[in-house]
């Protein structure tokens, strides 16, 4: 289970026919895969919000305030609202 605010030394497992995925640490990809012959294939990321900062950093050279990961936070929060709206949901910051 991940979580931001906690840490725990205890890998995450998937076991599957051809092999077992095992994540180290959920919340930065870091892990490998253990093929049923043995040798673990390091699959961590170096850097795992690199990507992230490259196409910030592109939207921002370009001047580009529309593009389809404004439309999709939108409508992401626009769902999140809702759910906390049907579920009477209020967090502390948002009472009156």
Do not use: W
């Amino acid at each position: 289970m991940p979580s931001k605010v906690s840490n725990s030394n205890i890998p995450s497992e998937s076991q599957e026919t051809e092999g077992t995925l095992m994540i180290d640490k959920i919340s930065e990809c870091q892990g490998g895969v253990i093929p049923c012959g043995g040798n673990r294939q390091d699959l961590t990321l170096l850097n795992t919000l690199l990507y992230e900062a490259q196409a910030f950093a592109d939207l921002v050279e370009k001047n580009q305030v529309e593009h389809q990961g404004l439309k999709n936070s939108l409508i992401v929060a626009r769902l999140l609202t809702e759910i906390c709206r049907q579920t009477a949901m209020v967090f502390p910051a948002g009472r009156n």
